[in-house]
């Protein structure tokens, strides 16, 4: 019998041999898609694309999930450590500029078995919800090269309200601290080498949460850190914001951002908020 999972801050202590977590995963990992992807942040995606590896299942429940298809079940091929590592290896040829593990929370110890197996020559990203436990993050440090988090929310009830978990705000901010703290910002040939970009998606009719996460921001990591406003928002799965960002929330949010001076940012234009963004998967059944 393996231990009582405790990977992220839901720590709903499910011994996965056994059973499935909260974020549906049992003890197999499993990875709906491994290519190259190029709608990432430009210092991510580059020209070549970023080597992403998206896993099945999350640790948080977003009701608005635009990668339900994976998130939400359990389902795609199961892979070893020793398969992943092997994975990697032929990712790295293919030419893209970095390792990008998706929604890797509930995986992160597999992750790093993979990782001890073979360690590509290039940056290592960690792409997530940004539920995490700190303890978990300082166990990644050697591992990552770049930490690409969101900040969702910067108020808990609205991440019950919207994601069914407890205590998102603390623990992302938690481990924000630890990131940057580890990670100064390194570029190279307009590449993150190793950083970290906070992610944030603005939620139709929820600009309070999102002013929260820009104010906060603005005073604890504008010069450490890149900001990432994504505009994207498309009512997918069972979403009960049922519209997409209004030019008016649009305009007031960008209003936020520049009345505190911040440069080190990107933001999606309005017109991006389609599903074309969202990638085929393997969906086998278990
Ligand atoms: S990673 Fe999954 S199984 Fe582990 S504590 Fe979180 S929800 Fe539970």
Same mark, same amino acid.
Not at 22 to 32: D, E, K, Q, V
Not at 118 to 135: F, H
Not at 212 to 238: C, T
Not at 274 to 285: A, K, Q, W
């Given at each position: 019998? /393996?231990?009582?999972?405790?990977?992220?801050?839901?720590?709903?202590?499910?011994?996965?041999?056994? /059973?499935?977590?909260?974020?549906?995963?049992?003890?197999?990992?499993?990875?709906?898609?491994?290519?190259?992807? &190029?709608?990432?942040?430009?210092?991510?995606?580059?020209?070549?694309?970023?080597?992403? @590896? &998206?896993?099945?299942?999350?640790?948080?429940?977003?009701?608005?999930?635009?990668?339900?298809?994976?998130?939400?079940?359990? !389902?795609?091929?199961?892979?070893?450590?020793?398969?992943?590592?092997?994975?990697?290896?032929?990712?790295?040829? /293919?030419?893209?500029?970095?390792?990008?593990?998706?929604?890797?929370?509930?995986?992160?110890?597999?992750?790093?078995?993979?990782?001890?197996?073979?360690?590509?020559?290039?940056?290592?990203?960690?792409?997530?919800?940004?539920?995490?436990? $700190?303890?978990?993050?300082?166990?990644?440090?050697?591992?990552?090269?770049?930490?690409?988090?969101?900040?969702? *929310?910067?108020?808990?009830?609205?991440?019950?309200? *919207?994601?069914?978990?407890?205590?998102?705000?603390?623990?992302?901010?938690?481990?924000?601290?630890?990131?940057?703290?580890?990670?100064?910002? !390194?570029?190279?040939?307009?590449?993150?080498?190793?950083?970290?970009?906070?992610?944030?998606? @603005?939620?139709?009719?929820?600009?309070?949460?999102?002013?929260?996460?820009?104010?906060?921001?603005?005073?604890?990591?504008?010069?450490?850190?890149?900001?990432?406003?994504? $505009?994207?928002?498309?009512?997918?799965?069972?979403? /009960?914001?049922?519209?997409?960002?209004?030019?008016?929330?649009?305009?007031?949010? +960008?209003?936020?951002?520049?009345?505190?001076?911040?440069?080190?940012?990107?933001?999606?234009? +309005?017109?991006?908020?389609?599903?074309?963004?969202?990638?085929?998967?393997?969906?086998?059944?278990?």
């Amino acid at each position: 019998m /393996s231990e009582p999972c405790r990977l992220c801050p839901l720590q709903c202590g499910i011994d996965r041999d056994l /059973s499935f977590g909260a974020c549906r995963a049992g003890s197999t990992m499993r990875i709906c898609r491994i290519a190259p992807h &190029f709608y990432e942040e430009p210092p991510i995606s580059g020209t070549n694309g970023s080597g992403t @590896v &998206f896993f099945s299942g999350c640790s948080l429940d977003c009701e608005f999930c635009q990668n339900y298809k994976i998130s939400k079940s359990y !389902v795609g091929k199961p892979f070893t450590p020793e398969q992943l590592a092997d994975e990697l290896k032929s990712l790295e040829e /293919s030419g893209v500029h970095n390792i990008n593990f998706v929604s890797p929370t509930h995986f992160s110890d597999k992750i790093r078995m993979a990782l001890d197996i073979y360690r590509p020559n290039i940056p290592i990203v960690y792409n997530t919800s940004g539920y995490e436990l $700190s303890s978990v993050v300082e166990e990644l440090l050697p591992y990552v090269d770049v930490f690409l988090t969101d900040m969702k *929310y910067s108020d808990d009830n609205v991440a019950i309200k *919207y994601s069914k978990r407890p205590f998102y705000v603390e623990n992302c901010k938690k481990s924000l601290d630890i990131m940057i703290k580890n990670k100064p910002l !390194v570029y190279e040939n307009n590449l993150l080498k190793q950083g970290v970009i906070i992610r944030h998606l @603005v939620l139709p009719g929820n600009l309070p949460n999102t002013f929260g996460v820009i104010d906060y921001y603005a005073e604890n990591y504008k010069s450490d850190a890149v900001l990432s406003i994504m $505009s994207q928002f498309v009512p997918l799965y069972n979403s /009960s914001i049922t519209r997409k960002l209004s030019p008016l929330e649009y305009k007031i949010v +960008l209003n936020r951002l520049y009345s505190h001076g911040i440069e080190n940012c990107f933001i999606q234009d +309005l017109d991006s908020a389609t599903d074309d963004y969202v990638p085929e998967f393997y969906t086998e059944p278990l």
